[in-house]
């Protein structure tokens, strides 16, 4: 058991710091998932079944998609409708992304 | 500007070791491994006999802690109405996004009922596995979200969706108002405990949780169908 729960702790750690050093914002929000993941994991494995549901629902599902919906209302991410001359605006200082 | 930063330096400085103290003095105190607390155990022998539910939790979060829970969902009520303030803008004539490809809509009319029959499961068995009206609300809240994932056009509908939160919340009040005419304390579990480990156990505890869940999952459907009609910055 231990050995897995090594493995866990050592993807969330790369996770978390994917997180960090990512540039795309829904790369960012894929890898901040997985350390959610993880984390649900873990509460398993620990029997704590309740709060694993809990994390894995909320943390990894709801706030992801949650975080996407947010990131496209503020214009750092925009569904790639391929319309010609549906072009991203360039926000200052900030690269668009698609 | 120099000043400044070094300024904010040292309150950074000095706000890290007052917290650094304050921890340490904690650790200090607490025998690890050992929890102080008494309550644990006491209620992992009270609650079968007394509750009737074989999920330990839901005993601890529906009939010990109810009104915790039900501040809770005040809480979440809140948040939700607030974001709903902030959002609340008509989407008007704005164009809805295309359809999504063929595999997302595929996935999303599969995943519908699969969500919903699972969404439900774990709401009715709140009181016998883990799980219960807050998680599987989540899932009924994502089930509702799919559909519009894959056909943005198609729009979810925001009264119904209002009406089933406030049914729902009122319910869990008007259970909790019921012990009260029964001369037993706010949101005591009514009906008998029953057969440990069967669907109808526990007395209220399952319409509480159906309560929650239905609250939870329409609150939260009806926020990620409002962000998601938003739309784009314009």
Do not use: C
């Given at each position: 058991?231990?050995?897995?729960?090594?493995?866990?702790?050592?993807?969330?750690?790369?996770?978390?710091?994917?997180?960090?050093?990512?540039?795309?914002y829904?790369?960012?929000l894929?890898?901040?998932s997985?350390?959610s993941?993880?984390?649900?994991?873990?509460f398993?494995?620990?029997?704590?079944?309740?709060?694993?549901?809990?994390?894995?629902?909320?943390g990894?599902?709801?706030?992801?998609?949650?975080?996407?919906?947010?990131?496209?209302r503020?214009?750092?991410w925009?569904?790639?409708t391929?319309?010609?001359g549906?072009?991203?605006?360039?926000?200052?200082?900030?690269?668009?992304?698609? | 500007?120099?000043?400044y930063?070094?300024m904010?330096?040292?309150?950074s400085l000095?706000?890290?070791a007052?917290?650094?103290?304050l921890l340490?003095?904690?650790?200090?105190?607490?025998?690890?491994?050992?929890?102080p607390?008494i309550v644990?155990?006491?209620i992992?022998?009270?609650?079968?006999?007394?509750?009737g539910?074989?999920?330990?939790?839901?005993?601890?979060v529906?009939?010990?802690?109810?009104?915790?829970?039900?501040?809770?969902?005040t809480i979440?009520f809140?948040?939700?109405?607030?974001?709903?303030l902030?959002l609340?803008?008509?989407?008007g004539?704005?164009?809805?996004?295309p359809?999504?490809?063929?595999?997302v809509?595929?996935?999303?009319?599969?995943f519908?009922?699969l969500?919903?029959v699972?969404?439900?499961?774990?709401?009715?068995?709140?009181?016998?596995?883990?799980?219960?009206?807050f998680?599987?609300?989540v899932?009924?809240?994502?089930?509702?979200?799919?559909?519009?994932?894959?056909?943005?056009a198609s729009?979810?509908?925001?009264?119904?969706?209002?009406?089933?939160?406030?049914?729902?919340?009122?319910t869990?009040?008007l259970?909790g108002?019921?012990?009260?005419?029964?001369?037993e304390a706010?949101?005591?579990p009514?009906?008998?405990?029953?057969?440990?480990?069967?669907?109808?156990?526990?007395g209220?505890?399952?319409?509480?949780?159906?309560?929650?869940?239905?609250?939870v999952?329409?609150?939260?459907?009806?926020?990620?169908?409002?962000?998601?009609?938003?739309?784009?910055?314009?």
């Amino acid at each position: 058991m231990e050995w897995l729960v090594l493995i866990i702790v050592v993807v969330m750690l790369g996770a978390a710091v994917a997180v960090l050093l990512l540039q795309h914002y829904l790369a960012v929000l894929a890898a901040w998932s997985v350390v959610s993941l993880g984390l649900s994991v873990l509460f398993v494995i620990v029997r704590a079944p309740d709060v694993a549901m809990t994390e894995a629902a909320i943390g990894a599902g709801l706030s992801s998609v949650l975080f996407a919906l947010v990131l496209r209302r503020v214009g750092l991410w925009r569904i790639d409708t391929g319309v010609p001359g549906d072009a991203v605006k360039k926000l200052p200082g900030r690269e668009p992304q698609r | 500007m120099r000043q400044y930063n070094s300024m904010r330096r040292l309150t950074s400085l000095l706000f890290l070791a007052g917290l650094g103290l304050l921890l340490a003095a904690i650790l200090q105190r607490l025998n690890f491994g050992q929890p102080p607390m008494i309550v644990g155990d006491a209620i992992n022998a009270a609650a079968p006999a007394q509750v009737g539910a074989a999920n330990l939790v839901t005993s601890v979060v529906l009939a010990y802690r109810g009104f915790d829970t039900l501040l809770e969902l005040t809480i979440l009520f809140t948040a939700a109405t607030a974001a709903g303030l902030a959002l609340g803008r008509e989407p008007g004539d704005r164009l809805a996004d295309p359809e999504a490809g063929p595999i997302v809509r595929a996935g999303a009319d599969l995943f519908f009922p699969l969500l919903l029959v699972v969404g439900l499961y774990i709401i009715f068995h709140g009181h016998l596995t883990p799980g219960g009206g807050f998680q599987g609300g989540v899932i009924l809240a994502a089930a509702f979200f799919m559909p519009q994932l894959a056909r943005p056009a198609s729009r979810l509908e925001h009264r119904m969706t209002t009406l089933i939160e406030g049914l729902a919340g009122a319910t869990f009040i008007l259970i909790g108002l019921l012990a009260l005419f029964e001369g037993e304390a706010f949101l005591t579990p009514l009906l008998g405990v029953g057969t440990l480990g069967t669907l109808l156990s526990a007395g209220t505890l399952p319409m509480l949780y159906l309560a929650v869940g239905l609250k939870v999952g329409a609150e939260l459907a009806g926020l990620l169908a409002s962000l998601a009609e938003m739309g784009a910055e314009e």
